[in-house]
């Protein structure tokens, strides 16, 4: 998502990044209509596919950062222009969208007006106020930013979190509900819990921008930099690793609900971006003869070559079953970073075509299209809906019109002069070492521990599972694995067996569906019975469950929850809409923390608790896959280790 104020001239990045950015927008504007007159649901398949588009722009942010900042001198400093670049516009963006969230009846001008006089009033603070301040005032306002995303975590994780949902949703003052929610996602610390709704879909990706931005100087670079002298076997070797590894990183998400916004699968194209980036720096001759070939084609052929390439991943995705999506995604991260390798040879066809002024133009505001797209489809919505061919192309073309009109004053707010800038003193990076041996180490350790901790239970390590006997599951399921278009609501009732009930943890998954007009949603709600009240309610996106994984229903603990009976509910929220999950019955299961206080003072009891839970993970097929997963990164760096 970053613009490289480094390399104008290969102007066909810019413009693959305004092609990016067509794919999400299309993604989330109604295009039904539109698609009728195409066979196979041929323009879902060329423009419907938002995350493709969020992959090129991993892509081209791995390559970018490496170009312009291959070595920091200060990971602070480093961070610093990274928070400069980004956070005037989100913010501006955010508080948009929060005033939406806060009046969602509020007049349609009145809302078109806060996106042009909120990011005004930012462009006046940050260019006549902060902008003329010495470094001083300026590292002292980014570190108290720092401070603020800390706080605001804390108080997420350690109290928002700490209290049902119901308390949040329902009992908490609205001012301070939604003020809490605008704070979260101005700060962008939504993966700390699983309460706060993010005020615009995009944002996630951010959340993972912002997480390689902060591991980017401290982890990526002291590897490269290690990694490089080494032999072109052991390089290879490594890539290898590295990609088994973010494989085992994308199981633990499955279990871990605070990383599953950011995706790990995804992560594999902030690395080949990066090895793209090395390649062109110190292989660049290599790399324009092996993609010499695209310079003797037409360029239609070019561009049916890229289509076929999305297609094909489109068409894998729907065809083959859900459970292989992420993997489906990180092999695709190869055949799309070719693409990008191609069209950093300004000769091929390829590069000529996405060197259109069009494209480079929309790739220059592509960061203010892609904060600004949502809010506008959403007035264009309340305007005017469309009803047949006709309207549909007509709704499409004036919302992206507008869209880019917006974007334009935008980037000229709040972009336009942090480039200013930036083009002055980019280039004035030294590299500041971090050991890569205890880089390597630390990452072997934190690995093991993590699978240890998340293998070992499924809410955390000092806890106890008990299963859930599908027999008193209402109404009685004809099979296992129950679809819930058939059942809209499913109850499980139960008793508690100890103190400190945690969380309901069963086997979820969304079927591949074509794109479905309707919205839905998973509505899931705990109470005990005989009260009125729930305990906890709580809505999950059914973009949630895409891996057929047990999935934790988290809630704040229930001290007192031993003896006592429960009702966990399962619904959609939408009887008209045809999408749907599905529920594995014989997978239920309640998780209870231990007495962390009894295991830990007691040396005997806590040897035995920590081998039962070593038992476990190697009685756990997933576990020893995530392990075997991890195991070639581990004897990797071992060997690296030793032989330095």
Known sequence: MEKDASSSRLLALDGLRGFAILLVFFNHITT????????????????????TGVTFLFILSGFLMASIYPTPSSSLRFLQKRYTRIFPLFLSMSMVMFFYHLFPKVQTVFLLGSIFLIPFLTHLIWVYLVKPRNTTVKR?????????????????????????????????????????????????????????PMLDGVYWTL????????????????????IRPQSKRIKGLFFITIILLIAGVTLLSRRILVMSMIQPALWLYFVTGIILANIFKYKEIALSRFTSIFTHIPVVLGVLIFVA?????????????????????MSYAIPLTFLVGILLNQKTSLSKFFSNRIWVYLGTISYSLYLCHAIIIHMAERIFVPTNFLTNLLYVAATFIATVLIASFLFRMLEKPYFSKAAKSHNKERYMKYHPLRILSITMVSYLIVLLLTYSSQFNFFSSTYPLKSENITPTPKEAVTSLYDYPILQIRFDGQASDLGLIAVRVNHPKQKPQLSYQSLVFSLKEVGREQPLAVTTYTLDYFNSNSIFPFGFPRIHDSAKKKYIATFALSNKASSSYVTIDTTTFQAVYPADKKSVLTHPQEFVAFLKSKIVSIFASRDALITLLLGLPFIITSLYLIKKR
């Not at 009728?36 to 938002?50: A, N």
């Not at 603020?148 to 001012?175: C, E, K, T």
């Not at 959340?207 to 290690?226: D, G, K, N, S, T």
């Open 140 to 196: 002292f306002l980014f570190i108290s930013f720092l401070i603020l995303q800390g706080i605001i975590g804390l108080f997420y994780l350690l109290w928002v979190m700490r209290h049902p949902p119901i308390v949040f949703n329902q009992l908490m003052p609205a001012s301070i509900r939604e003020g809490t929610i605008y704070l979260v996602n101005a700060t962008l610390t939504l993966p700390f819990g699983d309460y706060i």
């Open 32 to 51: 039904s209509y539109l698609s009728h007159i195409f066979p196979f649901d041929m323009l879902g398949w060329l423009l419907g596919d938002g995350v």
């Open 309 to 329: 390439v999305l297609c094909s991943e489109h068409l894998a995705e729907i065809y083959l079953p859900s459970s292989v999506g992420p993997w489906i995604r």
């Open 207 to 226: 959340v993972a921008e912002v997480l390689f931005y902060i591991l980017y100087p401290v982890l990526v670079v002291p590897i490269i930099e290690f």
